[in-house]
Structures are given as C-alpha cells and as structure tokens.
C-alpha cells in the first residue's frame, strides 16, 4: 500500500498535482494550500492543482539526515519555479548537484521516501529533471 508523507501536498495521480491556492482578491498562487493568503490576508483561497513543468532555480545535495529523516542520503533538494511563478521547495529525484544546471526543466514525481512501520511505502513529490 502507498501512503502519502503528508495529506493535503500533493494528489498522487497521472499526472501528480501538487496542491495550491490562489488568492480571489489579490490573484496570488500559494503552496501548500492555505486557509488565508500569505500576501493580503484574505481568507480562503480558491483551491488549485499547481502542475505543469517548472525550471530549476537553486539546488544542493543533503549528505546528512535530518532528525528522524528514515529515506536514504544523499538526497537532491530544490528550488523548483512553476509557470505561475510560484517557487517551489522541493526534493529533486537528482542527488549530484554537478549533473543540474539552472533553468534545467523539470517535472513533477511521486516517488518512494521510506516504509513504515506497518510496511506500507512512504510516498512524497519531487522533481526530475527532464533532459
């Protein structure tokens, strides 16, 4: 069985989705979903499925866990810039910094993180590059 890290990030469909707001009053796009925009407080955002390529912004390679990170090390993380301009942190599927470049292109995965205790596989979204 997959079980999602976090309810409420990401659908885990064909294709994935991560999941957003846009603001109705100032037009803002927002990830993860909120119940108030982060730039002029309206409250409740319309929600909204974030999807299409991004472009590569920032990267790095985490060689060390975090407290109680159970996935393997290294890890590729990210800054991931969507067509609507929201910039995205993320995990990217590519662990060698060397092998990224900026405005690489990028596409939205769901990819395995880790089992739990009950043997179930731990899913979460990443980035891959696309070329």
Excluded at 31 to 51: G, I, N
Excluded at 53 to 80: E, F, H, K, N, Q
Aim: hydrophobic share 35%.
């Amino acid at each position: 069985m997959r079980v999602m890290v976090r309810d409420g990030l990401f659908s885990d469909a064909d294709p994935p989705a991560l999941l957003g707001s846009q603001c109705g009053a100032c037009g803002s796009v927002l990830f993860p979903r909120a119940d108030a925009c982060t730039y002029c407080a309206t409250e409740d955002p319309e929600p909204v499925e974030l999807s299409g390529p991004g472009t590569l912004w920032a990267w790095t390679a985490v060689t060390a866990p975090p407290p109680g990170y159970r996935g393997d090390v290294p890890y590729g993380i990210g800054v991931v810039e969507l067509p609507d301009g929201v910039r995205v942190i993320t995990r990217l599927t590519e662990r060698d910094p060397s092998r990224l470049t900026a405005g690489q292109p990028m596409e939205l995965r769901v990819v395995p993180l880790h089992r739990d205790g009950d043997g179930n596989d731990v899913v979460t979204y990443a980035f891959a590059p696309t070329s």
